[in-house]
């Protein structure tokens, strides 16, 4: 219920722009294609922060989870565009959905890339996880329904990951100046730190993965339970 009250909420304050692009006669393929050069850009945020920042330095991953946010806007737009205009089509859902794949893939990538190259070892594996969940996500939803299988449910889909992992990079960049980008806190005789200013934004990043393959296998587990219901029809 919460989801459905934020959705309409955001298209509502979106409807505007919305107006704004269609008489424009901006295309839905642009904008999609518009959102997928802006998760370029926030992976290639993430990929500076690895080649020239220093480990501490964590405003590129606030800068990052800006764009993240950002080109996130572009993927609620482009439904919304095709639907005021009237140009709907199958190859446009088709357009957006594999973009919407590389765009995702990309934004993982830049993370991953950053965590690896700053040594944040636990917390690049953790992206790892999460880049497999968003993509399995994807893909049973996408298998369930070339079957003839509504797939849709689960809680960790597109909007959410995209709004956590963009949000939780914002606020560890943000945190990294009051608190510094190397702040660790050691509990004895634990032998390891038991949060540094990364789990800010590494935190979240493992609901994401937990969730997103949960929800993969519980659509997995969805599309049994109807393929099973159909066999026994028969």
């Given at each position: 219920?919460?989801?459905?009250?934020?959705?309409?909420?955001?298209?509502?304050i979106l409807q505007?722009?919305?107006?704004?692009?269609?008489?424009?006669?901006?295309?839905?393929?642009?904008?999609t294609t518009t959102g997928l050069l802006l998760n370029v850009a926030a992976a290639v945020i993430f990929i500076m922060g690895a080649e020239y920042g220093s480990r501490g330095?964590?405003?590129?991953?606030?800068?990052?989870?800006?764009?993240?946010?950002?080109?996130g806007l572009f993927d609620m737009l482009d439904g919304q565009v095709a639907r005021a205009s009237k140009t709907s089509s199958k190859?446009?859902?088709l357009y957006d959905s594999v973009l919407d794949r590389y765009s995702e893939?990309?934004?993982f990538l830049g993370i991953c890339y950053y965590l690896v190259a700053q040594s944040y070892f636990l917390?690049?594996?953790i992206a790892f996880l999460a880049m497999i969940g968003s993509i399995m996500v994807s893909y049973v939803r996408?298998?369930?329904?070339g079957l003839g299988i509504p797939c849709s449910v689960g809680l960790m889909q597109r909007p959410e990951r995209i709004v956590i992992v963009g949000t939780s990079a914002i606020a560890c960049g943000i945190a990294s100046n009051y608190i510094g980008g190397d702040f660790k806190v050691d509990l004895s005789p634990i032998p390891f730190h038991v949060f540094e200013t990364i789990t800010i934004f590494s935190i979240p990043m493992f609901f994401v993965a937990?969730?997103?393959?949960?929800?993969?296998?519980?659509?997995?587990?969805?599309?049994?339970?109807?393929?099973?219901?159909?066999?026994?029809?028969?």
């Open positions: 219920m919460l989801k459905e009250i934020a959705s309409k909420t955001a298209y509502k505007p722009l919305v107006n704004a692009l269609v008489r424009a006669g901006v295309s839905p393929n642009t904008i330095d964590l405003n590129y991953v606030g800068w990052g989870g800006f764009m993240i946010l950002f080109a190859f446009g859902a893939l990309i934004m917390s690049s594996i996408a298998r369930g329904e937990l969730l997103a393959n949960l929800t993969a296998l519980s659509r997995l587990n969805h599309c049994r339970k109807v393929l099973q219901n159909k066999d026994m029809m028969k």
